[in-house]
């Protein structure tokens, strides 16, 4: 049975940084597309924040302007989420979710992220 979760969450000021993790049991991280989401208090949809693919180029949402890195760690079978500069905007519940063509596709149950001061 595949289980992902997250943790580094917390409660930072603003400017601060955080590291999430995505760690895995039962998959390879490395066979899958690697996506982190956030869903905003009061919001439904969780939007996409990072994508690092088992083969080919990251990606990142334009909003965040460079301030996150995401990475893997295949010896660990742990994603991460780098997150420096942080905002009260980036205040959200973040999700890890690793995918594959055929259809397959597991969340994490999410890690709390509040930026306040």
């Known amino acids: 049975q595949a289980q992902l979760v997250e943790s580094g969450g917390g409660l930072v000021q603003p400017g601060g940084s955080l590291r999430l993790s995505c760690a895995a049991s039962g998959i390879m991280l490395s066979a899958y597309n690697i996506n982190w989401y956030r869903q905003v208090p009061g919001k439904q949809r969780r939007e996409l924040v990072a994508?690092?693919?088992?083969?080919?180029?990251?990606t990142y949402a334009d909003f965040l302007r460079g301030r996150f890195t995401i990475s893997r760690d295949n010896v660990r079978n742990v994603v991460y989420l780098q997150m420096n500069s942080l905002e009260p905007e980036d205040t959200a519940v973040y999700f890890c979710?690793?995918?594959?063509?055929?259809?397959?596709?597991?969340w994490g149950q999410g890690t709390q992220v509040t930026i306040s001061s």
């Open positions: 994508t690092i693919p088992s083969g080919g180029r990251i």
């Open positions: 979710n690793a995918n594959r063509p055929a259809g397959l596709s597991f």
